[in-house]
């Protein structure tokens, strides 16, 4: 079991940066991936962005490529989304969750991850 907790969420203004936190304890050592998924009222969860366990390979949604970063500090059992130039369509409520057995065809997919956090609410206003 792995246990996710995020933090970061906040009210920023259009244009603005926020940097999303998952801190993940437990069985942190054989995970595939760590993903950021996010949803919007009355919309189905959308995928967001994922790291390789390793780091060595990132994924991100079109539409956030060139605005969000995703990382990963080993030492801290991390994984951060760095979101900059933010719009109203980045409104949401955004989930970290961790895969252990996916491979980089399948880190969009939210039923193919086994641990999901609580999380955290971003609000931009335009």
């Known amino acids: 079991q792995v246990q996710l907790v995020e933090s970061g969420g906040g009210l920023v203004q259009a244009g603005g940066s926020l940097t999303l936190s998952c801190a993940a304890s437990g069985r942190t050592l054989s995970y595939g991936y760590m993903g950021w998924f996010r949803q919007a009222p009355g919309k189905k969860r959308e995928f967001v962005a994922a790291?390789?366990?390793?780091?060595?390979?990132?994924l991100y949604l079109d539409s956030v490529k060139g605005r969000f970063a995703i990382s990963r500090d080993g030492a801290r059992n991390t994984v951060y989304l760095q979101m900059n130039r933010l719009t109203s369509e980045d409104t949401a409520a955004y989930y970290c969750a961790v895969g252990f057995f996916l491979t980089a065809a399948a880190v969009r997919e939210a039923d193919r991850y086994s641990g999901w956090g609580q999380g955290t609410q971003v609000t931009v206003s335009s």
């Open positions: 790291i390789s366990r390793s780091g060595g390979n990132t």
